[in-house]
């Protein structure tokens, strides 16, 4: 789900940009390489810093990633101004900690054996969602101009995805600590 929200976003960004605020191909690439540096920011200073504080709990790191890329996404689509696209973008930058949060959680539910067909699943799972997210981005993209509403309703679709991919993620967090506490009852 995450993955069609990536999709999402990802496949119009460019235009919604110059559509929402009318920038130029340097403002975006501005505002592309300040999400590179961001993201690179994110999982070398933040991450390891964030997974110590929460005292190495990755399924709680990867619901908290999940629901600050939720609002941001939000915050994209609220954003009145250009300037404010940069401050809802620096504001956001630990939900980037999500991914590999999730992928520690799903490679610790598997055997060793089995840790390349997962990293398969999981590439396949992602392109997967990628493509149907990008479909729907785009579509609701061009509904909303062809409409005359706010550019920014993919947005919204996009950040619906990460609050139901949050929604999957407590879930199993929920039966994993109650499957801990069974195993710690057995004598």
């Known amino acids: 789900l995450a993955g069609m929200g990536m999709g999402a976003f990802g496949s119009v960004q460019v235009l919604w940009l110059r559509e929402a605020f009318g920038w130029d191909g340097d403002r975006v690439g501005k505002f592309l390489s300040t999400s590179g540096i961001l993201l690179m920011m994110s999982q070398a200073l933040i991450l390891p810093r964030l997974l110590s504080f929460m005292r190495g709990r990755e399924s709680t790191l990867a619901l ?104 999957c993620v407590a879930r199993g967090a929920s039966s994993e600590g109650k499957r801990e506490a069974k195993r710690e009852e057995l004598p």
Not at 81 to 92: E, I, K, N, P, W
Not at 135 to 157: C, D, E, H, K, Y
């Open 64 to 167: 908290l990633g999940l629901l600050i890329t939720a609002g941001k996404l939000v915050g994209y689509g609220l954003a009145p101004t250009g300037a404010s696209v940069f401050a809802v973008q620096l504001a956001g930058v630990a939900g980037t900690c999500s991914v590999p949060s999730l992928r520690s959680v799903c490679s610790r539910c598997v055997p060793e054996s089995c840790q390349g067909t997962l990293s398969g699943a999981i590439a396949a799972i992602t392109t997967a969602t990628g493509v149907a997210g990008s479909l729907m981005g785009s579509n609701v993209f061009a509904a909303s101009l062809r409409r005359g509403w706010r550019p920014g309703n993919f947005l919204f679709l996009a950040s619906a995805c990460y609050v139901f991919a949050a929604a």
